[in-house]
């Protein structure tokens, strides 16, 4: 006697009537997939061009990550008041001074990349990246740069009434007399004044007091007033008090002397070697910030830097300005970095 199998249908028409609406509905759900895919793609090749065009709604916060008073301040704002203007929406200069200027990148890296919040970074940030070991930040990978809005020199000043060297080779004398290291001023730990200072003392011979501050405003301050000896700060800060008499520069610290300090020389025809350092500043925006956004914040910064009236501002301060493409900027970053890391390594400067 031969069985059928529990297991499987042997009446074909009733086999039939119950696969047909299966058919059907899977033709309808892959029909119905399709379409909804193509709505998809078709909404985000629009919603790109419209954040784009859009942008700006609301005003701009551009963070200077040093106190008031500074290059970076300054810089900062000149650039932020004709920016103001081309896109329409204030441009609001917010100073989150502390930690070397990391304080203020890790705000920006931790903002939404919208175009809304961006860093007025500067080449301090490469060295910051092998002198403090527990950044919640990656230079390189947690910023969009968009352009470098200026250089400027870093110049040897001293206190004019307090200290009576008139060149760098008679400042190095007097501290090698002196019973106490004399105390320089810097931007921070792991700035450039600050691996200045330790190349300087190393060259020189002598021993060097440092002492950090949150930007160029309070240390300014205090070289006036005579509780440091001297500093090795950008121009811009330093300017007014030089040609007030209040302080006196003997070097600048770039390879070529600078145009507002032409009779200042540099360090290297002071008798010391292989000093070309400047300060370059530049924006940045949070990783993630559109391509098409990072190149509208671009081409309007650029057309600012670029115009006579910034150039104009920027002759009377010392500064040089820049007005690169986002990749030229990351590749000055990615350079920096790694000649940095090696300085502050045979230095051994570390902070943890």
Do not use: C
Request: hydrophobic share 40%.
């Amino acid at each position: 006697m031969k069985t059928k199998s529990p297991g499987f249908f042997t009446d074909q028409p009733l086999l039939e009537a119950i696969k047909t609406p299966l058919r059907r509905s899977a033709q309808k759900a892959v029909q119905y997939s399709a379409a909804a895919t193509a709505v998809l793609a078709a909404t985000l090749l629009i919603a790109s061009p419209a954040l784009s065009q859009e942008w700006p709604t609301k005003p701009i916060s551009l963070i200077v990550p040093f106190a008031a008073g500074g290059t970076t301040d300054v810089l900062a704002r000149a650039l932020g008041d004709q920016l103001s203007k081309s896109l329409g929406q204030p441009v609001i200069i917010e100073s989150k001074p502390g930690a070397g200027a990391t304080l203020g990148a890790d705000i920006v890296a931790r903002a939404k990349p919208d175009g809304y919040t961006l860093l007025m970074g500067a080449v301090h940030h490469t060295i910051a990246t092998s002198v403090y070991k527990n950044l919640h930040y990656d230079f390189q990978k947690s910023f969009e740069p968009v352009t470098t809005v200026a250089l400027v020199p870093n110049v040897l000043v001293i206190n004019a009434e307090k200290t009576k060297a008139t060149n760098a080779k008679e400042l190095i004398a007097l501290a090698k007399a002196s019973p106490t290291p004399f105390a320089f001023g810097s931007n921070g730990y792991g700035t450039l004044q600050h691996l200045i200072g330790t190349q300087f003392a190393q060259q020189g011979g002598i021993e060097l007091l440092h002492v950090p501050y949150k930007g160029s405003g309070p240390l300014t301050t205090d070289l006036i007033g005579g509780q440091v000896a001297m500093s090795f700060d950008t121009v811009t800060p330093v300017l007014p008090h030089i040609q007030a008499g209040k302080l006196r520069a003997l070097a600048v610290t770039t390879a070529k002397r600078s145009s507002v300090l032409p009779d200042t020389p540099t360090l290297n025809e002071s008798g010391l070697k292989d000093f070309d350092l400047g300060t370059w500043f530049g924006v940045l925006a949070p990783a993630g910030t559109p391509k098409e956004l990072v190149a509208k914040l671009n081409s309007a910064m650029v057309a600012v830097i670029k115009s006579p009236e910034f150039r104009e501002r920027m002759s009377k301060i010392g500064a040089e300005p820049i007005g690169d493409t986002p990749a030229q900027m990351a590749a000055q970053i990615d350079n920096d970095t790694k000649r940095f890391a090696k300085v502050i390594k045979d230095a051994n400067i570390t902070v943890n």
